[in-house]
């Protein structure tokens, strides 16, 4: 006899929409000053107004002019933050057990007590997701806003994390991706959701809702947006190759 689980495992993280992304950093400015506050120790810059400036940001916005296969140009803005991976090779790399993956909800994080800033996490993520704070000498990332989401002292609206609270053309979402009845769950469904570079088996939780083909690039784009493409190409493919070289 069969016997069905109980529950589900709970999956926190992102659904993303590049259709709607506007590229406005205000998901940027809103993480960083938030966590510059609460994460424990600032997000530190150095030399910011230097020639030279560099600085922790925990979530970054780029931006590409995109031609797909016989397709019209178009611009999209990619943020990228950690995809708080299901299988996730900066945990199984590093030596000390820093950094880790929360059984109750699935969120990545590092433990900076812990974390030598021997940089193997970041040298395993395949997406660039991992940032190196020259002042503290430590690693750190995304935390989806751990203070936030689970924080009673603050109205139920801002219990998510900063970006979403934040972003103003609402293409940002936060949820339960374990749950298919949750409302980030759907919005996967609907709109062919996808992970970044499936091949990879990391398994991120956080998803891509992709371009909405627009008018007569219906017919022309669609396939290239395959989400469980063996070999993906066309828009797909052109995110795979970027985020190989800016990982």
Sequence with gaps: MTTLPTHTEKKLGLVIDLDTCVGCHACVVSCKGW????????????N???????????????????????????????????????????VTVCPTGASYKRVEDGIVLVNESDCIGCGLCAWACPYGAREMDQAEGVMKKCTLCVDRIYNENLPEIDRQPACVRTCPSGARHFGDL???????SK??????????????????????????????????LAPFLDPVAAEPTGFLGWLDKTLERIG
Aim: charged share 25%; with cysteine; proline share 11%.
């Design 35 to 46: 966590n510059t506050e609460n994460y424990g120790a600032p997000l530190s810059d150095q």
């Design 48 to 90: 910011p107004y230097g020639a030279d400036p560099s600085g922790t940001f925990l979530n970054r916005v780029h931006s590409y002019e995109v031609t797909p296969d016989e397709g019209a140009a178009m611009t999209v803005h990619f943020p990228k933050s950690c995809l708080h991976c299901e299988d996730a090779p900066c």
């Design 178 to 184: 374990g749950d298919a009845t949750s409302d980030v």
């Design 187 to 220: 919005l996967v469904a609907e709109r062919g959701g996808m992970d970044l570079m499936p091949e990879l088996g990391t398994k991120p939780v956080n998803k891509y809702l992709p371009p909405r083909p627009k008018d007569e690039q219906i017919d022309i």
